[in-house]
């Protein structure tokens, strides 16, 4: 049995569906959360045929599920076995002179293993051949543990040792409480989570559904964000909004036409920090972390529903929705190929259900279900070599592939090769004749275009050809990413997301300037002060005729100079980064109690006075 499943295991998801069809079972949607279901269901029936003789059907299918056949057909299978008794001392029964007792006779054992602390009060011993009995003790005494054994020597041998040594409980705790109260460390030794947020009600759930329909994206972003279980259950499981058909969050979403929702519900589910608040900021590592989030992901983009096994790429297409269809085909978990009940994929049901389908939608939305293409810009670090405009490539069909043109050769002092700039995501057709007008201008163009096209690769070395590609992106309405090393990330920069950023860096620029600025200053009215004490050092030295009157009357200028410094440094360093943006516009800044710090122009005003 073991060999017909491993060599199930060895066959597609076409492969396995087309074997299933082709014994007569039926075949629901086949995803991989449910494959292993359908490969054991492909192995039994296969392994049934092999030997249809040697073992009863149900007792096959119990032993596959790893459960215990129950009716009566498969008891009739098992050896008969005369009913069991206690074997202790007030549940023995001696059968005439012979003395041979009932314990003699059963071929099963029950010990009962009490757990640390608790004691036996009626001194029997905890070994039984009636089931029942031994259930009843185990009831009798909390947190005990009982087991089946063929002798009674062993069954004895279990009996004497505590149920924590033989097997731990899996809810007590074996250790302090974490400071968090999020994960308890268990006597396995394993971590059980739990989440600090309550699940959502009934009418929580309603108010959700009918918030994503009305497409409020503010208002789901705060309730998701608020209450991170509207969208993961206790069990990492997608959370149903609607009972009856069992729609999650991204099914109301495509069924409603609202593809928004459906891309924020994505990247909050793709969120590391909002794993992290659900389970209170556990300290779960980034691979347990990372397989967490692809496996609620995988749920939430290829669930069915209850009624007609579609999932919520299936109600986009159906409803004739290219703006969803285009969020749900950009996931790379996303199945394209997934069946309903009726044995349709997405491609099969496009605009079945649509209100006013046209040609055109029906286009469009067979043109994204055929994959989404990128084109890269490929530059050297030191853009000492030419550029490359790689040839079309798709995280679908090239997975693992090189994103551009390979090189013919590749040598140790060849400089790192990046890619500078991205053109998509976009269909198959749109894809290859962007690539090329990209890098060849448009034939039948005037003169003037094409003297234009290769002027501006030569006369720009560093953005030429991104200029071209941005150009062509807006002519042809595709998405555009370019990286810019003053920003030191990819960012369109005609997009209000790429102004964001730019308006950040120039933020952050003119505070950089003002403290440059601010700490000039400071250094200026150091060096006068410096320059000040030493002249009068000299001046002092130099006229040591001087009386002491004269000498104080010289030195009480310099004392309230330095007092002066002193004060003003003090209050500079209390002026916040908001205040040098508003008081260092002129030549002399207001300090945050209201004064004005004395400049170095005041002393030498004082020292002209004292000469």
């Known amino acids: 049995m073991d060999e017909i499943l491993d060599d199930v295991k060895k066959l597609s998801i076409n492969e396995l569906r087309a074997k299933l069809v082709e014994l007569g079972e039926n075949v629901g949607p086949i995803v991989p959360t449910t494959k292993l279901l359908f490969q054991k269901k492909l192995a039994r029936k296969l392994y049934e045929l092999s030997s249809p003789s040697t073992q009863h059907p149900s007792i096959d299918r119990s032993l596959t599920d790893g459960s215990s056949p129950t ?78 054994f063929k002798t009674k020597t062993e069954a004895e041998r279990f009996s004497l040792q505590h149920a924590e040594e033989i097997c731990p409980s899996p809810w007590k705790q074996n250790g302090p409480k974490s400071e968090n109260g999020a994960i308890a460390t268990l006597g396995t030794g394993v971590s059980v989570e739990s989440s600090p947020f309550k699940g959502p009600k009934a009418q929580e759930l ?26 993961i259950s206790g069990g990492d499981t997608p959370v149903i909004l609607q009972e009856g058909p069992r729609y999650n969050a991204l099914h109301v979403a495509a069924r409603t036409n609202q593809a928004s929702i459906c891309q924020l519900i994505l990247d909050t589910l793709e ?39 579609e999932s919520p790429l299936h109600f986009a297409c159906k409803f004739g929705f290219p703006e969803v269809v285009a969020v749900l085909v950009s996931h790379p978990k996303t ?157 369109d920069l005609t997009t209000e997301d790429g102004l964001d950023l730019l ?39 130099q006229s040591g005729s001087v009386s002491s009157m004269a000498s104080s009357w010289l030195m009480s200028p310099l004392e309230g100079i330095v007092e002066s410094r002193h004060e003003g440094l003090s209050e500079i360093e209390e002026i916040t980064n908001e205040d040098l943006l508003e008081r260092l516009q002129g030549n002399r800044p207001t300090l945050s109690n209201g004064g004005i710090p004395r400049a170095a122009s005041d002393v030498m005003r004082k020292s002209v006075r004292m000469d």
């Open 271 to 309: 969120d590391p920090s909002f794993m992290d608040k659900l389970y209170g900021h556990t300290m779960e590592t980034d691979s347990t972390r990372s397989n967490r989030i692809s496996f609620v992901i995988d749920l939430y983009l290829n669930t069915p529903d209850k009624g007609g096994c």
């Open 71 to 148: 009716s009566e057909s498969d008891l009739s299978q098992r050896p008969s076995s005369p009913p069991p008794k206690a074997c202790n001392e007030n549940n023995q029964s001696k059968e005439g002179s012979s003395g041979h007792t009932v314990e003699n006779e059963s071929s099963v054992f029950f010990g009962v293993s009490l757990p640390q602390g608790t004691e036996n009060s009626e001194g029997n011993e905890l070994v039984y051949t009636d089931k029942e009995q031994a259930l009843k003790a185990v009831k009798k005494f909390s947190g005990a543990r009982f087991k089946v």
């Open 503 to 541: 308006e950040e860096y120039l933020q952050k620029q003119s505070l950089a300037l003002c403290i440059e600025e601010a700490l000039g200053k400071l250094q200026l009215l150091s060096n006068s002060n410096h320059s000040f004490m030493y002249n009068q050092m000299n001046v002092s030295q």
């Open 335 to 491: 199945d394209k190929f997934l069946r309903n009940r009726y044995g349709e994929t997405p491609k099969d049901v496009i605009c079945s259900r649509a209100s006013n389908p046209s040609e055109a939608m029906k286009v469009e939305i067979k043109e994204l279900l055929e994959g989404q293409y990128f084109i890269p810009l490929i530059r050297s670090e030191d853009n000492t070599t030419q550029p490359v405009i790689g040839t079309p490539w798709s995280p679908e069909y090239n997975r693992g592939g090189s994103v551009g043109t390979p090189p013919t050769s590749w040598s140790p002092k060849d400089p790192l090769m990046a890619v500078k700039a991205c053109a998509g995501p976009m269909t198959p057709a749109k894809a290859q004749m962007f690539h090329r007008r990209w890098t060849t201008p448009p034939s039948g163009s005037p003169d003037y275009i094409k003297r234009k096209f290769v002027m501006t690769k030569r006369e720009d070395s560093e953005k030429g050809l991104e200029r071209i590609g941005r150009e062509l992106a807006r002519e042809m309405n595709v998405p555009w990413v370019e990286y810019w090393d003053f920003l030191q990330t990819y960012a």
């Open 206 to 231: 309603t108010k959700l559904r009918k918030t994503i329909e009305e497409g409020d994206v503010t208002t789901v972003e705060s309730i998701i964000w608020d209450n991170p279980r509207y969208l």
